[in-house]
């Protein structure tokens, strides 16, 4: 069992930066293909970005590519998501995800572990 607890969501105004965090349990972290999804007021949960289990490959939403980077350290159990660059459609709440197999996922569904989600509010 994985547990998942991201942090570093709040209120930011547009144009600026937040760094998300994801700390997970467990040793086999470092097996495991992690990936951001969002959900805002009304909408469906969406991908954001995605991360192989070794860090070394990454794909990223068309909404958020070249605004946001995923990262992870498997040394600190923890996965990264940095934003720059935030709009006011970027407000969601922001979860993280873990995947018991494969190598880089972008379906809600391929995934099996879930964070409880940071709340993220850009103001115009």
């Known amino acids: 069992q994985v547990q998942l607890v991201e942090s570093g969501g709040g209120l930011v105004q547009a144009g600026g930066s937040l760094r998300l965090s994801c700390a997970a349990s467990?040793?086999?972290?470092?097996?495991?293909?992690m990936g951001w999804f969002r959900q805002a007021p009304g909408k469906e949960r969406e991908f954001v970005a995605a991360?192989?289990?070794?860090?070394?490959?990454?794909v990223y939403a068309d909404s958020v590519k070249g605004r946001c980077t995923i990262s992870r350290d498997n040394a600190k159990n923890t996965e990264y998501l940095q934003m720059n660059i935030l709009k006011p459609e970027d407000t969601a709440v922001y979860y993280c995800a873990a995947a018991r197999t494969g190598y880089l996922h972008v379906r809600a569904e391929e995934y099996d572990y879930w964070g409880q989600g940071t709340q993220v509010t850009v103001s115009s």
């Open positions: 467990g040793r086999t972290f470092g097996t495991y293909p």
């Open positions: 991360v192989s289990w070794s860090g070394g490959r990454t």
